[in-house]
């Protein structure tokens, strides 16, 4: 994908623009391949080995499915996006076909071959799939005047190519309807790409808190996420056999333009019953689940039951690897079981992710896993906890029972039992195991600095570190490594040992993200962090900015106040969007900001009058601050360098922090 990767902000995929190829800092075997990526060892191979050796995974029946009802397929699926970009591209995935190269788990590998497939596919006469064509699916239900489109992929110019594909095969028809499962991009985020080819107001179906969740949810933390999200989707590397193959749910969310539509018809309770373009529907609202506002819905006249992303054909997350708050592994069986009971003639069931089911019985026996899966990994991690175990014994302990464990649909491709479990402890006991040699640690670095002096020094460390990777024992070899290098993040050859364990670590990994996540700590390892020089493109996602609350930005803004520099200073200050008529005071006071919606109070220090579009401008960096304020864009009763100052105060976040040294 070129010199191009992404962030995460607000949750959605952004381009950066990157400088050239990064400067080696570690030297490399003669094994690497292109991006330094070490061999698979003979400790892989076998580990590997071992596991196609467990599982069937010769069994047909997911192929069968992920194939029925084919109707059309191009070759290569080769989507444009903005500004001369790739959108999407399959062709890049082409490599993974036939049995698994040495260097990717095996089971993995069959999970990347499914997802692989794409093209228009028939679940049922009058229900139609677009897969492949991004992370997520677009599904299309037969109305009486048109399509009603559930989940318009994460991009414009992906959902546009579906439509496309589907037009090619039905002719031309329009979009009568359109229905948003739940509040995560790759659901609603390409929906400006279906809307051309809807007449007049349609209506829009989406779970309650709908927007709010979709603009807000990574307002705070996004820049983060964002960061961390590059490891978790393996963004820097390449798609081959030693880097990116899948990230479990899917290939990677599409790049390209993001945007929404609000509502006009919400879900709100269960069973909720509603016609669209002549189709009934029953829909089950499950709020709190996999997404915050997510919703799931059954056709009675096709027996076809639709699980958004409550059910997968994975073992979903209880905690993402990007960071999020943790979900309710009981809510979500919960919500699993409440389907069971409601829709239990289902013939067809189809999802959000990955490909249908067909069959009563095997529909029954699927669902039924899924809620068991959670709620397996919540009560054992219960029971333990309750006996006086900590995360991580838990973690090392749990597997899935032999009646769950070997069924595809329950396998860790994304979630793993080990990250799901930690994400229950969290939920119920949150960060602290009860040890108080854990309560107030050193931060890393100091910490390794005296780990690796009291363990004789770097060198006689990494000579026995070399014992223990030689001996294929790479978890530990990556925890002492660890703090070899966040005790001198300059020690070339412990770093180029330690992104060679993780090589390991990643081919062994059966989760999607796993992988992801060690190969992209060996990549930068040996390549280093981000270009610093590179800006966000925030302009692919000016709809979906501009359809955030104004209260959450505020939220954010008072998240940047820089703590130390604001101790002892007051501040009162009048900020009036003329444009959506609202009108907050912000206050700043002990270092905290704070901000109310309310008429100008005349004892503000500086009024300001500005524009939503040019406030997130300013917030997001895409405007600067002192061109702003000292410039005429700005209608500003009172002091502007009382201004300049506030704004003076608040700090930059970093979107390229280093991860793998300090
Ligand atoms: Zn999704």
């Avoid at 749990?398 to 080990?418: C, I, K, Q, W």
């Avoid at 100091?446 to 570190?465: D, T």
Wanted: with cysteine; charged share 20%.
């Amino acid at each position: 994908m070129g010199r191009r990767h992404r962030l995460w902000v607000l949750g959605l995929v952004f381009a950066v623009a990157c400088g050239g190829e990064p400067t080696p800092t570690v030297e490399v075997g003669p094994d690497a391949d292109a991006q330094g990526h070490s061999a698979p060892t003979s400790a892989t191979v076998a580990a590997n080995a071992a596991v196609a050796e467990a599982l069937p995974l010769e069994d047909p029946v997911d192929f069968e499915d992920a194939e029925r009802g084919l109707l059309l397929r191009d070759e290569n699926v080769e989507v444009a996006g903005p500004a001369g970009s790739a959108s999407w591209n399959t062709a890049e995935y082409a490599f993974i076909d036939g049995q698994a190269p040495p260097s990717v788990n095996p089971s993995l590998w069959r999970q990347a071959r499914l997802n692989n497939l794409h093209g228009l596919y028939e679940v049922v006469p009058g229900v139609y799939q677009v897969r492949g064509y991004d992370l997520s699916n677009l599904t299309l239900i037969e109305g009486q005047s048109g399509w009603i489109v559930v989940d318009p992929l994460t991009t414009a110019e992906t959902a546009a190519a579906a439509m496309e594909l589907a037009a090619r095969h039905f002719g031309a028809r329009k979009v009568s309807a359109v229905i948003f499962t739940h509040s995560h991009v790759d659901h609603f985020g390409g929906v400006s790409g279906v809307m051309p080819l809807a007449e007049g107001e349609i209506p829009i179906v989406a779970p309650a808190g709908f927007v709010e969740e979709a603009t807000s949810e990574n307002v705070l933390a996004g820049i983060a996420m964002a960061r961390r999200a590059t490891y978790m989707y393996g963004r820097r590397l390449a798609r081959s056999e030693r880097g990116h193959v899948d990230s479990g749910l899917g290939k990677t969310p599409a790049y390209g333009t993001v945007g929404i539509r609000s509502p006009n018809r919400l879900v709100d309770r269960t069973p909720q019953e509603m016609t669209l373009d002549g189709v009934r529907f029953v829909f089950q609202y499950a709020p709190e689940s996999e997404a915050p506002a997510e919703l799931t819905f059954y056709l009675p006249d096709k027996q076809a039951f639709c699980g958004a992303e409550i059910v997968s054909h994975t073992m979903h997350n209880l905690y993402t690897l990007r960071g999020a708050k943790v979900r309710d592994a009981l809510r979500w069986a919960g919500y699993v079981d409440e389907a069971l009971r409601l829709f239990p003639e289902a013939e067809v069931m189809f999802a959000s992710h990955h490909w249908p089911m067909w069959g009563n019985a095997r529909i029954r026996d699927y669902l039924a896993k899924q809620r068991d899966t959670y709620k397996f990994i919540h009560d054992q991690t219960l029971r333990f906890a309750n006996q006086g175990l900590t995360p991580k014994e838990i973690a090392d302990r749990l597997e899935l029972p032999s009646t769950l464990a070997p069924s595809f649909p329950n396998r860790g491709y994304y979630g793993t039992v080990r990250h799901n479990s930690r994400a229950v402890y969290q939920w119920y006991f949150g960060w602290y195991d009860a040890n108080p040699a854990h309560l107030n640690p050193h931060p890393p670095a100091q910490e390794a600095r005296r780990y690796v002096e009291y363990m004789g020094g770097a060198a006689s460390v990494l000579e026995r570190a070399q014992v223990s990777f030689d001996e294929g024992d790479y978890r530990w070899v990556a925890t002492v490594l660890d703090h070899v290098v966040f005790a001198d993040p300059g020690n070339a050859e412990a770093r180029a040992l330690l992104a060679r364990t993780y090589d390991q670590l990643g081919y062994q990994a059966e989760s999607g993200p796993w992988r992801d996540v060690y190969l992209s700590a060996a990549y930068e390892l040996r390549h280093g962090g981000p270009d610093p020089g590179e800006a966000l493109s925030l302009a692919i996602a000016a709809e979906l900015l501009a359809n955030t609350p104004m209260e959450r930005f505020l939220e954010a803004v008072a998240a940047r106040v820089k703590g130390e520099e604001a101790d002892g200073k007051q501040m009162k200050l009048n900020f009036v969007f003329p444009d959506v008529g609202e009108s907050y005071v912000l206050t700043l006071e002990n270092a905290v900001l704070r901000h109310r919606a309310a008429e100008p109070d005349p004892d503000a220090s500086v009024t300001v009058r500005i524009t939503k579009d040019l406030m997130v401008r300013l917030m997001t960096g895409q405007a600067g601050i002192r061109e702003v304020v000292m410039g005429d864009a700005l209608d500003i009763e009172g002091s502007r360098l009382e201004l300049l100052s506030f704004f003076g105060l608040l700090d930059a976040p970093d979107p390229t922090f280093a991860i793998v040294w300090p």
